[in-house]
T-cell receptor
Framework: NAGVTQTPKFRILKIGQSMTLQCTQD?????MYWYRQDPGMGLKLIYY???????DKGEVPNGYNVSRSTTEDFPLRLELAAPSQTSVYFC??????????????FGNGTRLTVT | GENVEQHPSTLSVQEGDSAVIKCTYS??????FPWYKQELGKGPQLIID?????GEKKDQRIAVTLNKTAKHFSLHITETQPEDSAVYFC?????????????FGAGTQVVVTP
Protein backbone atom coordinates (compact mmCIF):
# COMPACT_ATOMS: atom_id res chain seq x y z
CA ASN A 1 0.00 0.00 0.00
CA ALA A 2 2.02 2.98 -1.27
CA GLY A 3 -0.58 5.65 -0.31
CA VAL A 4 -0.30 8.86 -2.35
CA THR A 5 2.58 8.99 -4.83
CA GLN A 6 3.72 12.19 -6.52
CA THR A 7 6.16 12.57 -9.38
CA PRO A 8 8.52 14.20 -10.03
CA LYS A 9 10.06 15.16 -6.68
CA PHE A 10 11.86 18.19 -8.11
CA ARG A 11 11.56 20.16 -11.32
CA ILE A 12 12.99 23.37 -12.75
CA LEU A 13 10.98 25.06 -15.49
CA LYS A 14 11.69 28.04 -17.65
CA ILE A 15 9.08 30.80 -17.85
CA GLY A 16 6.44 29.88 -20.41
CA GLN A 17 7.06 26.14 -20.33
CA SER A 18 4.36 23.65 -19.39
CA MET A 19 4.38 20.51 -17.31
CA THR A 20 2.16 17.98 -15.59
CA LEU A 21 2.55 17.01 -11.96
CA GLN A 22 1.49 13.44 -11.48
CA CYS A 23 -0.47 12.11 -8.49
CA THR A 24 -1.76 8.60 -7.95
CA GLN A 25 -3.28 6.89 -4.91
CA ASP A 26 -3.94 3.23 -4.23
CA UNK A 27 -6.44 3.58 -1.37
CA UNK A 28 -9.54 3.78 -3.59
CA UNK A 29 -10.30 7.25 -2.24
CA UNK A 30 -12.93 9.28 -4.03
CA UNK A 31 -11.75 12.70 -2.84
CA MET A 32 -8.48 14.14 -4.12
CA TYR A 33 -6.93 17.57 -3.67
CA TRP A 34 -4.04 19.67 -4.93
CA TYR A 35 -2.44 22.17 -2.52
CA ARG A 36 0.49 24.51 -2.91
CA GLN A 37 2.71 25.45 0.01
CA ASP A 38 4.56 28.73 0.12
CA PRO A 39 6.76 29.85 3.05
CA GLY A 40 4.71 31.40 5.83
CA MET A 41 1.48 30.93 3.88
CA GLY A 42 0.31 27.49 4.86
CA LEU A 43 -1.42 25.25 2.36
CA LYS A 44 -3.66 26.76 -0.30
CA LEU A 45 -6.14 24.62 -2.23
CA ILE A 46 -5.72 24.75 -6.01
CA TYR A 47 -8.23 22.18 -7.29
CA TYR A 48 -10.13 19.24 -5.91
CA UNK A 49 -12.13 16.29 -7.14
CA UNK A 50 -14.90 14.28 -5.50
CA UNK A 51 -14.78 11.40 -7.96
CA UNK A 52 -13.80 10.40 -11.47
CA UNK A 53 -15.02 12.99 -13.95
CA UNK A 54 -15.80 15.62 -11.29
CA UNK A 55 -13.42 18.48 -10.54
CA ASP A 56 -13.76 21.99 -9.15
CA LYS A 57 -11.67 25.04 -8.39
CA GLY A 58 -10.22 25.77 -5.00
CA GLU A 59 -8.86 28.99 -3.60
CA VAL A 60 -5.97 29.59 -6.06
CA PRO A 61 -6.78 27.89 -9.41
CA ASN A 62 -5.42 30.46 -11.88
CA GLY A 63 -2.69 29.09 -14.14
CA TYR A 64 -3.55 25.44 -13.41
CA ASN A 65 -5.78 22.75 -14.77
CA VAL A 66 -6.75 19.26 -13.66
CA SER A 67 -8.47 16.15 -14.91
CA ARG A 68 -9.79 13.04 -13.15
CA SER A 69 -10.37 10.21 -15.59
CA THR A 70 -9.82 7.45 -13.04
CA THR A 71 -10.26 7.09 -9.28
CA GLU A 72 -6.51 6.61 -8.82
CA ASP A 73 -5.02 9.51 -10.80
CA PHE A 74 -5.35 13.27 -10.42
CA PRO A 75 -2.73 15.11 -12.53
CA LEU A 76 -2.16 18.86 -12.22
CA ARG A 77 -1.27 20.73 -15.39
CA LEU A 78 0.69 23.99 -15.45
CA GLU A 79 0.38 25.94 -18.68
CA LEU A 80 2.75 28.83 -19.40
CA ALA A 81 4.72 28.59 -16.16
CA ALA A 82 5.34 31.84 -14.27
CA PRO A 83 7.75 32.64 -11.40
CA SER A 84 4.70 33.01 -9.10
CA GLN A 85 4.15 29.27 -9.51
CA THR A 86 7.43 28.48 -7.78
CA SER A 87 6.20 26.46 -4.82
CA VAL A 88 5.93 23.02 -3.26
CA TYR A 89 2.89 21.15 -4.52
CA PHE A 90 1.10 18.51 -2.50
CA CYS A 91 -1.51 16.06 -3.62
CA UNK A 92 -3.84 14.57 -1.01
CA UNK A 93 -6.71 12.13 -0.87
CA UNK A 94 -9.40 11.05 1.57
CA UNK A 95 -12.19 8.54 1.55
CA UNK A 96 -15.09 10.80 2.52
CA UNK A 97 -13.67 14.30 2.31
CA UNK A 98 -11.57 15.54 5.20
CA UNK A 99 -13.53 14.91 8.37
CA UNK A 100 -13.42 12.90 11.56
CA UNK A 101 -12.33 9.34 10.71
CA UNK A 102 -11.53 10.45 7.17
CA UNK A 103 -8.24 12.36 7.28
CA UNK A 104 -6.30 13.72 4.37
CA UNK A 105 -3.42 11.52 3.19
CA PHE A 106 -0.68 13.59 1.59
CA GLY A 107 2.02 12.70 -0.89
CA ASN A 108 5.60 13.84 -0.30
CA GLY A 109 5.32 16.79 -2.63
CA THR A 110 6.86 18.17 -5.82
CA ARG A 111 9.24 21.12 -5.46
CA LEU A 112 8.88 23.31 -8.54
CA THR A 113 11.09 26.25 -9.47
CA VAL A 114 10.21 28.53 -12.38
CA THR A 115 13.05 30.75 -13.61
CA GLY B 1 -14.97 32.54 4.01
CA GLU B 2 -13.23 30.96 6.96
CA ASN B 3 -10.07 32.69 8.20
CA VAL B 4 -7.54 30.76 10.28
CA GLU B 5 -4.71 32.44 12.17
CA GLN B 6 -1.93 30.41 13.76
CA HIS B 7 0.61 31.52 16.38
CA PRO B 8 3.48 31.50 16.92
CA SER B 9 5.16 31.08 13.55
CA THR B 10 8.27 29.62 15.20
CA LEU B 11 8.70 27.97 18.58
CA SER B 12 11.93 26.84 20.17
CA VAL B 13 11.70 24.62 23.26
CA GLN B 14 14.10 22.66 25.42
CA GLU B 15 13.75 18.92 25.31
CA GLY B 16 11.34 17.84 28.03
CA ASP B 17 9.45 21.14 28.13
CA SER B 18 5.93 21.69 26.81
CA ALA B 19 4.93 23.39 23.56
CA VAL B 20 1.64 25.12 22.83
CA ILE B 21 0.39 26.32 19.44
CA LYS B 22 -2.82 28.31 19.13
CA CYS B 23 -5.19 28.83 16.23
CA THR B 24 -8.17 31.15 15.94
CA TYR B 25 -10.96 30.88 13.40
CA SER B 26 -13.72 33.18 12.24
CA UNK B 27 -16.81 31.06 11.56
CA UNK B 28 -18.42 29.97 14.82
CA UNK B 29 -20.27 27.15 13.02
CA UNK B 30 -17.08 25.39 11.87
CA UNK B 31 -17.19 21.81 13.07
CA UNK B 32 -13.92 19.97 12.55
CA PHE B 33 -10.40 20.92 13.68
CA PRO B 34 -7.44 18.71 12.71
CA TRP B 35 -3.73 19.18 13.35
CA TYR B 36 -1.11 18.05 10.86
CA LYS B 37 2.63 17.52 11.38
CA GLN B 38 5.05 17.98 8.50
CA GLU B 39 8.53 16.55 8.80
CA LEU B 40 11.31 17.81 6.57
CA GLY B 41 10.90 16.71 2.97
CA LYS B 42 7.57 15.00 3.57
CA GLY B 43 3.90 15.74 3.27
CA PRO B 44 1.76 16.70 6.28
CA GLN B 45 0.37 13.89 8.38
CA LEU B 46 -2.63 14.00 10.70
CA ILE B 47 -1.62 13.74 14.35
CA ILE B 48 -4.84 14.59 16.18
CA ASP B 49 -8.26 16.04 15.45
CA UNK B 50 -11.32 17.19 17.33
CA UNK B 51 -14.96 17.76 16.55
CA UNK B 52 -16.92 20.79 17.64
CA UNK B 53 -18.93 18.86 20.25
CA UNK B 54 -15.79 17.91 22.19
CA GLY B 55 -13.74 20.26 24.36
CA GLU B 56 -10.53 18.29 24.71
CA LYS B 57 -8.86 15.22 23.27
CA LYS B 58 -5.58 13.53 24.27
CA ASP B 59 -3.33 11.02 22.60
CA GLN B 60 -0.25 10.17 24.66
CA ARG B 61 1.91 13.33 24.74
CA ILE B 62 -0.30 15.45 22.49
CA ALA B 63 -3.63 17.06 23.24
CA VAL B 64 -5.99 19.47 21.53
CA THR B 65 -8.33 21.83 23.33
CA LEU B 66 -11.23 23.70 21.76
CA ASN B 67 -12.90 26.86 23.02
CA LYS B 68 -15.94 27.37 20.81
CA THR B 69 -17.02 30.56 22.55
CA ALA B 70 -13.69 32.25 21.92
CA LYS B 71 -13.26 30.49 18.55
CA HIS B 72 -9.82 29.13 19.18
CA PHE B 73 -8.18 25.75 19.57
CA SER B 74 -4.71 24.76 20.70
CA LEU B 75 -2.22 21.94 20.30
CA HIS B 76 -0.32 20.92 23.43
CA ILE B 77 2.80 18.77 23.28
CA THR B 78 4.19 17.64 26.62
CA GLU B 79 7.65 16.23 27.41
CA THR B 80 8.94 17.31 24.01
CA GLN B 81 11.50 15.15 22.25
CA PRO B 82 13.82 15.89 19.29
CA GLU B 83 11.51 13.93 16.97
CA ASP B 84 8.79 16.51 17.70
CA SER B 85 10.80 19.03 15.65
CA ALA B 86 8.63 19.72 12.57
CA VAL B 87 6.16 22.18 11.10
CA TYR B 88 2.68 21.93 12.59
CA PHE B 89 -0.46 23.10 10.78
CA CYS B 90 -3.88 23.64 12.24
CA UNK B 91 -6.90 23.43 9.95
CA UNK B 92 -10.61 24.14 10.04
CA UNK B 93 -13.45 22.66 8.04
CA UNK B 94 -16.02 25.39 7.36
CA UNK B 95 -19.66 24.47 7.99
CA UNK B 96 -20.72 25.41 4.48
CA UNK B 97 -18.29 22.99 2.87
CA UNK B 98 -19.67 19.72 1.51
CA UNK B 99 -16.48 18.39 -0.01
CA UNK B 100 -14.08 18.11 2.89
CA UNK B 101 -12.04 21.15 1.98
CA UNK B 102 -9.92 22.46 4.83
CA UNK B 103 -8.68 25.97 5.54
CA PHE B 104 -5.12 25.73 6.90
CA GLY B 105 -3.20 28.01 9.22
CA ALA B 106 0.20 29.34 8.14
CA GLY B 107 2.13 26.77 10.16
CA THR B 108 4.43 26.74 13.21
CA GLN B 109 8.05 25.63 12.97
CA VAL B 110 8.83 23.80 16.22
CA VAL B 111 12.47 23.20 17.13
CA VAL B 112 13.26 21.01 20.12
CA THR B 113 16.80 21.50 21.38
CA PRO B 114 18.50 18.76 23.45
Amino acid sequence: NAGVTQTPKFRILKIGQSMTLQCTQDMNHNYMYWYRQDPGMGLKLIYYSVGAGITDKGEVPNGYNVSRSTTEDFPLRLELAAPSQTSVYFCASSSLGSSYNSPLHFGNGTRLTVT
Amino acid sequence: GENVEQHPSTLSVQEGDSAVIKCTYSDSASNYFPWYKQELGKGPQLIIDIRSNVGEKKDQRIAVTLNKTAKHFSLHITETQPEDSAVYFCAVRPPTDSWGKLQFGAGTQVVVTP
